[in-house]
């Protein structure tokens, strides 16, 4: 029993011995015996509905309703304890009290969990703070490995938790830890689950190299292409792909990483001089027929290229951030579903222009000029990452032709 759950007993208790004394004396045992059983079924009611929805057997919206007709249905026993308790007490408010106490303690520790729980929330949301100092953060750290430790062990199945976990050793620098806990995520994760997938591939491939002292075996070079496979956007692994191929004197393979890595990241990101850096180095170490190479490469990408005008409607201007995340990318009419190009950039004024050719192609062959009909989409995220998620701001173009010079989408809806 958590000391959470050991407060929540004792108030419970006080409450029970200053409210009710009086009544508790003319209380028969029977009722008793029935309001505890009420509030065990509703625990386990309570239980059962979070096990259904983590299986999936219910939705999140059902899961809601039924959770509520559970607490209404505990309510509306009350009610009825109530007005038997009335032909027996001439003060019914004590009885009221003293239960709303004890089904309140009951919510709130079905509702947040466990102490332990609770204290991760704490650190992270602490860790998180602006104003915190990076004494204080590293002292989270610590304190969030050793009780997500204490989840992992409880539950070894919370990969939540797992990743959690990973992601702070690593940042910590305890790499082989991390890779032991990266490894369990991939282990109990849903194979359906593609995109958190590509993630814990992304994040186990990171911990390796680095555990490898900065060394990338073939092992985690072949983890990191098949987490490409699934998310060829993932900044992380086409910079790592890239250190790889550098590493192994595979220059041209190290600048056509670089380049999509760089085509990914807003012209304010300060990270974007280091990839040019390397990339410039990369070229260095090339021949005059492989530079001319690469050059045809960029020219043919051009070759197909559409230039895309970005506007937003008046009716949601004012839901704009002052820097906003704009991603503009072009897919298959019909085709595939991953992007034939991608452009990403920080925007403060509207409308603006963009321009998608071959050279932003996420894999080589899923390019525009593969495709006679594409559609244009530019979305504002919320969250700065690429995948659509709610609340981001999104248009679309109708299918215009891959060979199209122009083409102009308005942002003009809330998803």
């Not at 308790?85 to 303690?105: C, D, E, Q, R, Y």
């Not at 949301?125 to 409880?154: F, G, H, Y």
């Not at 004197?249 to 890595?261: E, P």
């Not at 452009?343 to 050279?359: A, F, G, H, I, M």
Request: aromatic share 6%; proline share 4%; with cysteine.
């Amino acid at each position: 029993m958590t000391s959470l759950w050991i407060g929540i007993a004792v108030l419970t208790a006080l409450a029970v011995v200053f409210l009710c004394l009086p009544l508790f004396i003319r209380l028969r045992s029977g009722e008793l015996v029935r309001d505890q059983a009420n509030i065990e079924i509703y625990k386990q009611q309570l239980k059962d509905l979070d096990a259904d929805l983590k299986a999936e057997r219910i939705s999140k919206e059902d899961h809601q309703a039924l959770t509520d007709e559970v607490k209404q249905n505990l309510l509306q026993d009350a009610e009825s304890s109530k007005s038997e308790t009335n032909h027996t007490s001439g003060k019914p408010l004590i009885p009221i009290m003293a239960f709303i106490l004890i089904v309140s303690g009951v919510l709130l520790y079905a509702h947040l969990g466990s102490e332990n729980e609770l204290i991760i929330k704490e650190l992270l949301e602490s860790s998180m703070d602006p104003n915190t100092d990076m004494a204080t953060m590293r002292e989270n750290a610590d304190e969030l490995m050793q009780r997500l430790t204490i989840v992992v062990d409880e539950t070894p199945e919370d990969v939540e938790a797992w990743y959690l976990l990973g992601r702070i050793q690593s940042d910590l620098g305890r790499y082989d830890e991390a890779v032991f806990s990266f490894s369990q995520v991939l282990q109990y994760l849903d194979p359906e689950q593609k995109a958190d997938k590509a993630a814990a591939m992304a994040q186990l491939a990171q911990a390796q190299f680095f555990a490898n002292d900065r060394v990338l075996d073939k092992a985690t070079e072949s983890l990191l292409i098949d987490a490409l496979e699934i998310n060829p956007r993932d900044s992380m692994v086409l910079g790592l792909l890239g250190i790889a191929s550098y590493e192994n004197q595979n220059y041209m393979d190290a600048v056509r990483y670089w380049t999509r890595l760089q085509g990914l990241m807003p012209p304010s990101d300060p990270n974007r001089q280091a990839i040019a850096g390397g990339i410039n180095k990369a070229k260095d170490n090339l021949s005059a027929d492989q530079l001319d190479e690469l050059e045809q490469e960029r020219l043919d990408a051009i070759k197909a290229s559409i230039k895309v005008t970005v506007n937003v409607d008046d009716s949601l201007k004012d839901q704009l951030p002052e820097q906003a995340d704009l991603f503009v990318l072009a897919k298959a009419e019909q085709g595939p579903p991953m992007p034939l190009a991608v452009q990403r950039l920080q925007v403060s004024e509207w409308p603006v222009t963009v321009t998608l050719d071959d050279s932003m192609a996420m894999m080589d062959n899923l390019k525009l000029s593969e495709f006679e009909s594409v559609v244009i989409t530019a979305r504002i995220s919320k969250s700065g990452v690429g995948n659509a998620k709610a609340g981001d701001l999104e248009g679309n173009s109708k299918a215009i032709s891959s060979s199209s010079q122009s083409a102009t989408v308005m942002i003009d809806d809330i998803l």
